[in-house]
């Protein structure tokens, strides 16, 4: 079982803990699908929202926030029943502009795995302005169920009245929404085919700057990230931060980055470049590698 772990587990009842140690081994990065979730229910005789707040603790555990000191968890349920936990991320001595909220980075841990609507949230906080306009550009995103502790469910329209999205500046296809962008580039390099990938399956419908980051370890494993853009702008979600915060639930460190990669579309409003630049150089004393691709 992985250390970050040890005194969440002090939190959580022990017909939880007991059967909750085994899947919390080194290759664990928040994630359960139904079928765990469903063993977690019975062998705990919880319901699942009294499961997933109780879970609370261990997404927590994987927060990285050296400036706050303040170790925010969420977990967010997809539409497959799977759930995926996201803590905040902060980088040491760097602008807050930098910063991952959880509810960010559990929605886009489920985005990286395929899932297409997230319906209900749990987080240990109630959530920030900012991570309520983050919510409101995904697919039905005034529909989702925010579970906090000690107060009932309740809808993001509840939190966020009056509401502007992705509507309102004719966006039709919404943040998690399937769609792909055709973007070409000739190459060899796993990193660059990788990359092309991920930045296709962007979200960028405001600048069309359409991007992705890959970031290779020393043991040849790669994290991922895609720009998530927003209407609200601010609370977009930049590619360098969501792989960094992949890497970070994953439990790997950053020292171990031994290539980064930036791709973007040529055809883009904006460049995300220098503000890549500055996370990765936070972290990891690594160049970065820019490719620009081509829309087709």
């Known amino acids: 079982m992985q250390d ?9 009842p022990s017909s939880l803990s007991t059967v909750l140690v085994p899947l919390l081994g080194k290759d664990f990065a928040g994630h359960f699908d139904a079928q765990q979730l469903a063993h977690l229910q019975h062998a705990s005789g919880m319901d699942e929202s009294q499961l ?20 925010v968890g969420a977990i967010a349920k997809g539409q497959s ?16 502009c930098h910063s ?9 841990h489920a985005w990286l795995c395929g899932e297409v609507q997230v319906t209900d949230i749990w987080v240990n906080a109630s959530p920030c302005g900012h991570c309520r306009q983050f919510m409101n550009e995904l697919v039905a995103g ?13 809808t993001l329209t509840h939190y966020l009245p009056y509401g502007f999205g992705p509507k309102d500046l004719g966006v039709v296809l919404p943040l998690l929404a ?25 979200y960028a419908p405001y600048s069309q700057s359409y991007s992705a980051v890959v970031l290779e370890m020393v043991d040849g494993v790669t994290f ?13 979600m930049m590619p360098m931060q969501m792989a960094l915060a992949s890497l970070i639930r994953h439990n790997r460190d950053f020292s171990d980055i031994k290539r980064a990669m930036l ?16 996370a990765l150089h936070a972290v990891a004393n690594v160049e970065l590698e820019y490719v620009v691709v081509a829309p087709l």
């Open 52 to 71: 997933l707040s109780a879970l609370l603790p261990i997404a927590a555990a994987m927060s990285l926030a050296p400036v706050s000191d303040f170790y």
């Open 224 to 236: 991922c990230g895609r720009y998530a853009e927003n209407a609200a702008f601010n609370p977009s």
């Open 100 to 108: 991952v909220h959880a509810e960010q980075n559990a929605i886009s």
């Open 263 to 278: 791709l973007e579309s040529s055809a883009g409003k904006l460049s995300l470049v220098d503000m890549s630049m500055d």
């Open 4 to 12: 970050r772990f040890l005194n969440s587990l002090q939190q959580l």
């Open 81 to 96: 029943g799977a759930v995926y936990m996201g803590a905040n991320m902060e980088l040491a001595g760097e602008a807050l």
């Open 142 to 154: 005034g529909n989702i169920c925010i579970h906090l502790p000690q107060q009932p469910p309740a």
């Open 178 to 202: 399937k769609q792909q962008i055709e973007l070409t580039l000739e190459s060899s390099d796993p990193m660059v085919i990788e990359g092309l990938d991920h930045a296709s399956l962007s």
